[in-house]
C-alpha cells in the first residue's frame, strides 16, 4: 500500500522560507513523478513543481525561480524548498505520485496522495 505523508508546513512572514518534505513507502516504479500541489481557500488545486524518476524538475510558472523540488531516493522522501514566499503561496500543500511517469503537473495522473501539511504566508 502507497503511503505518503507531508511534513514541514508553517506559518512565515512574506520573504521567508519553509522546506517540506514528504516521505513515500510502499511503491516501487520504474517510471514515475512525484509533484507538489496546492489548494488555497476557495481554489481549486494547482500543480506546483514534480520530479521525474529521472531526475528533471518541472515548476508552474508562478514558483519558478522561487522553489526548488528535490528527492532523496535512499530515504524515500520528495522535498519542496520555498523561498522568497508570498502571501498567494497560501494553502494546503500536498505531495503525490504518478506511477504512469507521464503527468509532470497535470493530476489527472497522480493516483496517490498525502494528507497535506498547511503553509501560511503573512504579509
Known amino acids: 500500500q502507497v503511503q505518503l505523508v507531508e511534513s514541514g508546513g508553517g506559518s512565515v512572514q512574506a520573504g521567508g522560507s519553509l522546506r517540506l518534505s514528504c516521505g513515500v513507502s510502499g511503491y516501487i516504479w520504474n517510471t514515475y513523478y512525484m509533484g507538489w500541489f496546492r489548494q488555497a481557500p476557495g481554489k481549486g488545486r494547482e500543480g506546483v513543481a514534480a520530479?521525474?524518476?529521472?531526475?528533471?524538475?518541472r515548476y508552474a510558472d508562478s514558483v519558478k525561480g522561487r522553489f526548488v523540488v528535490s528527492q532523496d531516493n535512499r530515504k524515500n522522501t520528495l522535498y519542496l524548498q520555498m523561498n522568497s514566499l508570498k502571501p498567494e503561496d497560501t494553502g494546503m500543500y500536498y505531495c503525490?505520485?504518478?506511477?504512469?511517469?507521464?503527468?509532470?503537473?497535470?493530476?489527472?495522473?497522480?493516483?496517490?496522495w498525502g494528507q497535506g501539511t498547511q503553509v501560511t504566508v503573512s504579509s
Open positions: 503525490a505520485a504518478d506511477p504512469s511517469g507521464r503527468g509532470s503537473l497535470n493530476m489527472a495522473y497522480y493516483h496517490y
Open positions: 520530479i521525474g524518476s529521472d531526475g528533471s524538475p
